[in-house]
């Protein structure tokens, strides 16, 4: 992929040369690209909302209007910061979107078509119509951007209209028991928050736990909720509550017809249906959003490694071990996240246990138990885990290290835990719904699975035990993956990359031609770049469920079988509903529903192929 995005960039280079194809989106520089009166007839609807922004790193490139060589080395050292790409309206956060291109360093190249032409700097429904009416109209491509948190890439396109949507920004709870259903008049019963689509979860925590409240919401307090709604959205709380769209009880947005509509069980119930779970910057662009809130709840947040040293001779065989018993530490009511560590310094310290500098392997959480401030509650849900490490065949050599802190309220949780994901560089994501059969049906193809993830420190494998039994019993209709009904938890490993480092991708043909012979016999198309290294190393672990696929939010751009993995047996008829709300197209994006009919060329041009 590195390869192709390099393509990619040079071909923007000469896109003043370019000529349309006769069934292509419109691209800056072609002649079907709106005029210049056109343009300005927005900006005057939008009352000046329409912005056409240089890319943040030119500042840094001696060639570009908006060179400033004093605030250059701000923007070196903010740019691998969360923060600062959410709060520009064209930047995303991994580099590898925008080919490239405008990297905050004088020797990158700077062109700015590796990013949107034109951005809607939207604060209200109003803004978005006008918006997707215009690019509709005008056949400019359209993206929806709200913080740029997307490892697929769709809040980004070269040459494309963008919705920046970081400022539709409101909060109203609805404490009193009952909410009323637009259209229908309906009440539904239960404590509820309307928030704005741009509006960010720690917002929204911040304003609900001044009323004993709390919802299901990301980890990371700077996820803007439309995104995280689109995909399902897993939380620390979904254990006992569900995901995000099981709790999501009515939306608003506007269409790609440019309707502005509400939805929810009682009116527009299709599209209700596709908009919780069948992904972001598809179906419309959606504006506001009424969640299921719930009592704030007290917690043990507890850090803790079950390892033994990393030179022992069964270093490699604990962590399956383990790890076939996290299903029922999760029954019993373990929430947070646990990952594989191999060969590292131990992550828990505990006076008076230390492993006397030695590295360790094994098990790495950060849990919580909900609903108690009592320590000895880890104790217990860590029970089979603690079990575990106990057995004989580790004759006292594996151990356990703990740390509890008691927490009042969720949000004061997140606070102590969370910590911010930096940007800025070159990122793929794969993941991997898990059962309980993929934990413990075969502990040594789990063993197996494990190592391949592992091997060569290339990566780390992290169970999210973000589901069990509050995701596995919802009953309401949605189109989130059905795998997520059987799912204990989520399985994911990451690997960076640098831009335009020849070595990378040699490192990864060594690597590729020496430990992964095994791998890419699997896959024999295989070739050496980054994406198809990340794409033979998860291949075991789809093996492991082969019926119960992935999360789109922290999916594989290339992931086989994308359709199967991210929406299983939904995706018929979230294809259907696309055509139907979508014919022309005017939202698109990939991988995503509907996504067949157009391909994006390698000088950035989106044209119809079907």
């Given amino acids: 992929m590195a390869t192709t995005l390099l393509a990619l960039f040079l071909c923007l280079s000469t896109l003043a040369t370019a000529r349309p194809g006769p069934h292509c989106k419109a691209f800056p520089g072609d002649s079907n690209w709106p005029s210049r009166e056109a343009w300005n007839g927005l900006q005057g609807t939008l009352q000046g909302r329409l912005l056409s922004p240089a890319p943040p790193g030119a500042v840094c490139h001696g060639d570009k209007p908006t060179y400033d060589p004093a605030q250059c080395p701000n923007v070196q050292r903010l740019w691998t910061s969360f923060e600062f790409h959410a709060q520009n309206p064209l930047s995303v956060l991994w580099n590898m979107w925008t080919g490239f291109d405008c990297l905050p360093d004088p020797k990158a190249p700077c062109t700015g078509r590796g990013y949107p032409a034109y951005v809607v700097n939207a604060s209200e429904t109003a803004h978005v119509k006008l918006a997707v009416d215009f690019a509709r109209k005008h056949k400019v491509r359209l993206v929806v951007k709200n913080t740029g948190y997307d490892f697929l890439g769709r809040s980004t396109a070269p040459g494309a209209l963008s919705i920046w949507t970081l400022h539709i920004k409101s909060i109203q709870v609805h404490p009193n028991g009952q909410f009323k259903l637009g259209g229908s008049g309906r009440t539904v019963r239960g404590n509820a928050v309307t928030v704005g689509a741009g509006t960010l979860a720690i917002d929204i925590y911040r304003a609900l736990d001044r009323h004993g409240l709390t919802f299901i919401g990301p980890m990371g307090p700077t996820v803007g909720i439309a995104g995280f709604l689109s995909s399902g959205g897993h939380s620390n709380l979904s254990g006992k509550y569900g995901l995000g769209a099981d709790n999501v009880l009515e939306m608003e947005l506007v269409t790609p017809k440019g309707e502005v509509v509400v939805v929810n069980e009682d009116v527009h119930r299709d599209l209700f249906w596709a908009l919780r779970g069948g992904g972001g910057s598809t179906f419309g662009v959606v504006t506001r959003i009424t969640m299921r809130t719930y009592p704030t709840p007290k917690l043990v947040g507890f850090h803790w490694v079950a390892g033994i040293a990393a030179q022992d001779g069964q270093a490699s065989d604990l962590a399956p071990h383990l790890m076939s018993k996290m299903p029922d530490a999760i029954d019993a009511g373990l929430l947070g996240w646990t990952a594989v560590i191999d060969n590292v310094p131990n992550p828990v310290s505990v006076p008076g246990q230390d492993m006397s500098g030695q590295n360790v392997s094994g098990i790495y959480g950060v849990n919580a138990v909900m609903?108690?401030?009592?320590?000895?509650?880890?104790?217990?849900?860590?029970?089979?885990?603690?079990?575990?490490?106990?057995?004989?065949r580790w004759n006292g050599?594996?151990?356990?290290?703990?740390?509890?802190?008691?927490?009042?309220?969720?949000?004061?949780?997140?606070?102590?835990?969370?910590?911010?994901?930096?940007?800025?560089?070159?990122?793929?994501e794969v993941s991997r719904i898990m059962d309980r059969k993929a934990f413990s049906g075969d502990t040594e193809r789990l063993a197996r699975a494990l190592h391949a993830v592992r091997s060569n420190n290339r990566g780390n494998m992290f169970a999210m035990t973000l589901a069990g039994k509050g995701v596995q019993d919802v009953k309401l209709p949605n189109s989130v993956n059905p795998g997520w009904r059987a799912a204990y938890a989520l399985g994911m490993t990451s690997l960076t990359f640098k831009p335009f480092d020849p070595?990378?991708?040699?490192?990864?043909?060594?690597f590729l031609d020496s430990a992964w012979q095994p791998m890419r016999d699997l896959t024999p198309?295989?070739?050496?770049?980054?994406?198809?290294?990340?794409?033979?190393?998860?291949?075991?672990?789809?093996?492991?469920?082969?019926?119960?696929?992935?999360?789109?939010?922290?999916?594989?751009?290339?992931?086989?079988?994308?359709?199967?993995?991210?929406?299983?047996?939904?995706?018929?008829?979230?294809?259907?509903?696309?055509?139907?709300?979508?014919?022309?197209?005017?939202?698109?994006?990939?991988?995503?529903?509907?996504?067949?009919?157009?391909?994006?060329?390698?000088?950035?041009?989106?044209?119809?192929?079907?």
């Avoid at 401030?373 to 885990?385: F, S």
């Avoid at 033979?536 to 359709?563: A, C, H």
């Avoid at 979230?574 to 698109?588: F, Q, S």
Wanted: charged share 25%; proline share 7%; glycine share 6%.
């Fill in 525 to 610: 198309e295989l070739g050496s770049n980054i994406d198809e290294f990340l794409d033979s190393v998860w291949q075991p672990m789809r093996d492991l469920t082969p019926e119960l696929g992935s999360n789109i939010d922290e999916g594989f751009p290339y992931e086989k079988n994308w359709r199967q993995a991210f929406w299983g047996n939904n995706y018929a008829r979230l294809l259907l509903i696309k055509r139907r709300v979508d014919p022309d197209d005017v939202l698109w994006c990939s991988p995503c529903v509907g996504n067949e009919r157009w391909r994006q060329s390698q000088d950035g041009h989106l044209c119809r192929i079907r």
């Fill in 503 to 510: 070595k990378a991708e040699t490192d990864a043909r060594q």
């Fill in 371 to 392: 609903d108690t401030n009592d320590p000895a509650e880890a104790h217990r849900v860590l029970k089979p885990i603690v079990d575990a490490v106990k057995a004989s």
């Fill in 397 to 428: 050599r594996a151990r356990l290290w703990l740390t509890t802190t008691p927490y009042p309220s969720y949000i004061a949780y997140v606070n102590g835990v969370y910590s911010p994901r930096p940007g800025g560089y070159g990122w793929y």
